[in-house]
């Protein structure tokens, strides 16, 4: 059962008082932790574009060179540009760490990012008709959404679209408002044109091609054809890392979904709430926070999106505490286990008709 008003204001109150005592301890070593990140990040970068090049003495270099070139994109994608673009970073008034100013090594530019992100699917996460990532994509992930043929094969469409993911996410903002067909979803305004939606998404995405498939490339002369793959395979590890955590975070067994009628009207204590259900954690070592961009605690990120994300992992005992007060669900688990709920979701809803959708009653 939903909690009642009283209930929901006590909750408020208690997420809220948790987030201000983390505010309060925000300072240096915060300011030190993200700025040692990005020199790693950066490091990571210049290494693997160099051993890339030195393939030529061993493959093995050139193996260590990709590696070292995707931990870096993995990092900006996910420690760095996630959580700078949410505005966690943007008290230190640092340029380089600022929401307003950062631009990440991905095909999706920033700016439609925080708009379909940021504010669309934080604000409405997981209402029917409301949120993009639960509705408007190529896979049905509950009874909310009518069946189709296509949902058939929509687990080979869930590998293709993790392959492809950074295109997935760049095309996710001209997708919703429909730009190309004209045929946009009754309600919808979008906050730019679709002349401008067309130019940004353009003008990022070849900016990204030029950069890995011709500039680098080009730039390592006789070993052209190496660095070439070696960037794909980079970029392909990001993809299918990035895409699978972000899976396991929204879309794993007894994630809620949620009706605009559910929501009308909604208090903070509310939002809180459906936050809540409407996410889930996965356990696992300091290394492996890091390179989810301390997604492993969605919930947290959820409830606190402007919090530094390293404080996650120190919170989540106590978010666990207040949701068990007040009787709600706590979706965690491993890693593994966690993903393979994302695939038995997919699978599942791949067919029509006798599956119940998660829904809290009211």
Same mark, same amino acid.
């Given at each position: 059962?939903?909690?009642?008003?009283?209930?929901?204001?006590?909750?408020?109150?208690?997420?809220?008082?948790?987030?201000?005592?983390?505010?309060?301890?925000?300072?240096?070593?915060? &300011?030190?932790?993200?700025?040692?990140?990005?020199? =790693?990040?950066?490091?990571?970068?210049? #290494? /693997? *574009?160099?051993?890339? !090049?030195?393939?030529?003495?061993?493959?093995?270099?050139?193996?260590?060179?990709?590696?070292?070139?995707?931990?870096?994109?993995?990092?900006?994608?996910?420690?760095?540009?996630?959580?700078?673009?949410?505005?966690?970073?943007?008290?230190?008034?640092?340029?380089?760490?600022?929401?307003?100013?950062?631009?990440?090594?991905?095909?999706?530019?920033?700016?439609?990012?925080?708009?379909?992100?940021?504010?669309?699917?934080?604000?409405?996460?997981?209402?029917?008709?409301?949120?993009?990532?639960?509705?408007?994509?190529?896979?049905?992930?509950?009874?909310?959404?009518?069946?189709?043929?296509?949902?058939?094969?929509?687990?080979?469409?869930?590998?293709?679209?993790?392959?492809?993911?950074?295109?997935?996410? &760049?095309?996710?903002?001209?997708?919703?408002?429909? =730009?190309?067909?004209?045929?946009?979803? #009754? /309600? *919808?305004?979008?906050? !730019?044109?679709?002349?401008?939606?067309?130019?940004?998404?353009?003008?990022?995405?070849?900016?990204?091609?030029?950069?890995?498939?011709?500039?680098?490339?080009?730039?390592?002369?006789?070993?052209?054809?190496?660095?070439?793959?070696?960037?794909?395979?980079?970029?392909?590890?990001?993809?299918?890392?990035?895409?699978?955590?972000?899976?396991?975070?929204?879309?794993?067994?007894?994630?809620?979904?949620?009706?605009?009628?559910?929501?009308?009207?909604?208090?903070?204590?509310?939002?809180?709430?459906?936050?809540?259900?409407?996410?889930?954690?996965?356990?696992?070592?300091?290394?492996?926070?890091?390179?989810?961009?301390?997604?492993?605690?969605?919930?947290?990120?959820?409830?606190?999106?402007?919090?530094? &994300?390293?404080?996650?992992?120190?919170?989540?005992?106590?978010?666990?505490?207040?949701?068990?007060?007040?009787?709600?669900?706590?979706?965690?688990?491993?890693?593994?286990?966690?993903?393979?709920?994302?695939?038995?979701?997919?699978?599942?809803?791949?067919?029509?008709?006798?599956?119940?959708?998660?829904?809290?009653?009211?």
């Amino acid at each position: 059962m939903t909690p009642t008003p009283t209930q929901l204001n006590d909750l408020q109150r208690d997420l809220d008082r948790l987030k201000q005592r983390i505010l309060d301890q925000l300072g240096e070593d915060d &300011a030190r932790y993200i700025k040692r990140v990005s020199l =790693v990040q950066r490091l990571s970068a210049i #290494a /693997g *574009r160099i051993f890339m !090049v030195l393939g030529f003495v061993t493959p093995w270099l050139w193996l260590v060179g990709v590696l070292s070139l995707a931990l870096a994109k993995i990092l900006d994608n996910m420690e760095i540009g996630h959580n700078v673009l949410h505005g966690q970073y943007d008290w230190m008034n640092d340029p380089l760490l600022h929401s307003k100013h950062y631009e990440w090594d991905i095909a999706c530019d920033a700016g439609s990012w925080q708009r379909t992100h940021n504010y669309e699917h934080h604000t409405y996460t997981n209402i029917i008709g409301k949120d993009r990532d639960f509705g408007y994509g190529l896979l049905r992930l509950s009874n909310d959404l009518r069946w189709r043929i296509r949902n058939l094969w929509q687990s080979a469409t869930y590998v293709v679209l993790s392959v492809l993911f950074e295109w997935g996410i &760049a095309y996710h903002e001209l997708a919703g408002q429909r =730009v190309f067909s004209q045929k946009k979803k #009754a /309600g *919808r305004h979008s906050q !730019v044109s679709d002349a401008q939606l067309k130019k940004v998404f353009f003008s990022k995405g070849t900016r990204q091609i030029i950069k890995d498939y011709v500039f680098f490339p080009l730039l390592a002369g006789p070993m052209f054809f190496w660095v070439l793959g070696g960037n794909f395979l980079a970029n392909l590890i990001r993809n299918l890392w990035t895409s699978t955590v972000i899976f396991c975070g929204h879309f794993t067994q007894g994630v809620h979904t949620f009706t605009q009628e559910q929501c009308q009207n909604e208090s903070r204590g509310h939002w809180y709430y459906r936050q809540m259900l409407g996410s889930s954690n996965f356990t696992g070592p300091t290394w492996l926070h890091i390179l989810t961009g301390h997604l492993s605690c969605q919930i947290e990120h959820h409830l606190f999106p402007d919090i530094p &994300a390293r404080h996650y992992p120190s919170m989540t005992s106590e978010v666990q505490a207040i949701a068990h007060k007040y009787g709600i669900a706590y979706n965690t688990g491993s890693f593994i286990g966690q993903y393979a709920g994302v695939f038995w979701r997919i699978i599942r809803y791949s067919f029509p008709g006798g599956l119940n959708t998660t829904r809290p009653s009211m």
